[in-house]
């Protein structure tokens, strides 16, 4: 499922604008912010050249009239991007307008163009509007973001803060962007979610929307082709997972240097210098290698092949000097050439980001604190010693201490008063250094109380009894887990994978009912709701096996999670999973937003 190709062809055709492939017409180009991101990953400045886009400028910039150029907008159907497009059109800027929304414009906001517009009646016929479902970010070929940012927080935030209509919006843009997905991919899935509370209400408003697009023809499915599983997995079911050290070079880049976008942004050596941006290519083939690796992997792996380079390098050199009058060497060292100066370019993006990253290894400890998350995270036997000593350790970043200590606090058993006791005693510890602990203290109050997350509705309105996340899946899956999680695991063991616990449900998801131990894998999805859009009607997901999933985290995903499916799916050949959240954070930004909620419940 190579979500980002399909992506990067919709954005192509769309961006021809209408022109066939063997011709070039130039073009302006006119976006906003959201839409830039949409397409960072995918096109660069020159495949926009490529297609005869000659000027590109957000919409919110000063823009001076090109009178002859035909223009070409992809925008957010927002009252703002709207009152924009109208000016233009008033201010005569271009030969024609190509609007195209990136999700379905609102009956509303149409009227308002067509009020607006009637004051400049010979622009009206030069202008085309489109419908396009491209509102999230494909981040690879098998990973994509809705852009939702804080999305935790916000679904989890007191009345005071988001009101329940806040919340229903909320719900419908999340719903807007999976649409998106499906209609990029022109499936109709089985959607699998858990019951009650958000998940299964945005399982029922996602299946009303397909069965709608069904109706109006603008989801066509493939008659042979077979059902894929969509699986709506709520954050609360694995919250340690966000907080967890990695050590995947993805992972790392993501967590150590903020990578955003598959861009990472390295600070100048000096004051006066701009900072670095370094763009991991899609095209690198050492990056799509070892982008899942271990980093101390990466390294050694790089400096092999900067070696190998220089050795290129040299024999390019004195090859050249030799042959300087046999045009046929030349001609083959000029051919030559341009691959050298592409992978010399790859070479000096990663031996940056190597070097980066091994500063932040040796300064933050990262190497353990990696280990001992693991170790709590998927339940191995901890090193209790190094556990205590990094989190009173105050020559390492603040932040990880906490977000170790928060783990060991999530993956302790209830009844373990001893490590109740040694968690309070650490909180103590660190408060008294002034270290912020209202993360803690909402993930206390979570798990004591079945903390409050507000639900979505599939009406407009919600309910006045708000329904948890934690309350109505994580308890309940607790007790499956605990009973059938141990031998799940144990399937895989021998080749050395551990499961978390996304990954277990999807492998019970997708495990055909008629090999291994079904009840043990009927014990999960008993926790589960599961409905046809084609139907409308509930489906008993017992009876079906499936090969191919999208998983979508409502409240953040993480490369950790991502990572561990895609090594699950490797020793299985069979089955391909999609993973995608509302976002994609990092231990330190979903720290923050536990954070806020902390201070928001005291």
Request: glycine share 4%; charged share 25%.
């Amino acid at each position: 499922m190579q979500i980002d190709c399909l992506q990067k062809d919709a954005l192509v055709r769309l961006l021809r604008g209408g022109t066939p492939d063997d011709k070039i017409e130039w073009k302006v180009f006119v976006y906003d912010n959201f839409c830039r991101d949409v397409i960072a990953p995918l096109l660069k400045v020159g495949d926009l050249r490529k297609l005869g886009i000659t000027l590109h400028m957000p919409i919110n910039g000063e823009r001076h009239p090109i009178r002859d150029a035909p223009c070409i907008y992809l925008i957010q159907p927002t009252q703002e991007n709207v009152q924009r497009f109208c000016q233009d059109c008033k201010d005569d800027l271009y030969a024609t307008y190509l609007l195209n929304f990136i999700s379905p414009i609102s009956r509303v906001l149409l009227e308002y163009i067509a009020t607006e517009l009637l004051s400049c009646p010979n622009v009206v016929p030069n202008i085309k509007i489109f419908d396009q479902y491209l509102n999230y970010v494909s981040l690879e070929e098998d990973m994509f973001g809705l852009q939702l940012p804080k999305s935790y927080q916000f679904l989890h935030a007191p009345q005071s803060e988001v009101s329940d209509q806040d919340i229903a919006n909320y719900s419908e843009m999340i719903v807007s962007g999976l649409t998106s997905v499906l209609v990029t991919m022109q499936i109709v899935p089985i959607i699998v979610s858990v019951k009650g509370g958000a998940a299964q209400a945005l399982a029922d408003l996602l299946s009303a929307k397909l069965a709608d697009l069904l109706r109006e023809r603008q989801l066509q499915p493939s008659q042979t082709a077979h059902r894929i599983v969509l699986f709506l997995c709520d954050r609360d079911t694995d919250i340690p997972v966000c907080l967890a050290h990695t050590w995947t070079y993805r992972g790392l880049l993501h967590d150590a240097l903020n990578m955003n976008l598959n861009k990472v942004e390295l600070q100048a050596d000096a004051a006066n210098e701009k900072p670095k941006v370094m763009e991991l290519d899609r095209a690198d083939k050492m990056w799509k290698e070892m982008a899942g690796q271990e980093v101390d992997t990466v390294m050694a792996r790089v400096d092999t092949e900067l070696k190998s380079y220089t050795e290129k390098q040299d024999k390019f050199k004195s090859e050249h000097n030799a042959f300087d009058e046999d045009m046929e060497a030349v001609g083959a060292l000029l051919k030559a050439f341009p691959e050298l100066k592409d992978l010399k370019r790859y070479l000096d993006v990663h031996v940056s980001l190597n070097h980066a990253l091994l500063g932040c290894i040796q300064q933050r400890k990262l190497d353990e604190f990696n280990g001992v998350s693991t170790q709590l995270v998927l339940k191995d036997s901890l090193d209790k010693g190094l556990f205590n000593k990094l989190v009173k350790d105050d020559q390492c970043k603040t932040s990880d201490r906490v977000r170790l200590l928060l783990i060991y606090y999530m993956t302790r058993d209830e009844g373990d008063s001893a490590a109740e006791k040694e968690v309070r005693e650490l909180e103590r510890l660190l408060a008294d250094l002034n270290v912020n602990m209202s993360a803690l203290q909402y993930l206390r109050g979570m798990r004591t109380l079945a903390a409050p997350s507000r639900t979505y509705s599939s009406s407009s309105s919600s309910s006045s009894s708000a329904a948890n996340f934690l309350g109505s899946f994580g308890k309940a899956m607790k007790v499956k887990l605990d009973s059938a999680g141990e031998e799940l695991k144990n399937t895989l063991r021998s080749q050395k994978l551990k499961l978390n616990t996304l990954t277990q449900m999807v492998q019970a998801i997708l495990a055909d009912p008629q090999e291994g131990k079904p009840d043990k894998r009927n014990k999960i999805l008993e926790s589960l709701y599961c409905v046809d859009p084609k139907t409308s009607s509930t489906v008993d997901l017992t009876r079906y096996g499936f090969n191919e999933a999208v998983v979508f985290t409502v409240g953040g995903g993480n490369y950790v999670e991502y990572q561990n499916l895609k090594a699950w799916e490797k020793l299985q050949p069979q089955k391909t999973v999609l993973y995608g959240s509302t976002e994609i954070v990092n231990g330190e930004q979903f720290l923050a937003q536990l954070e806020w909620l902390g201070s928001r419940s005291q």
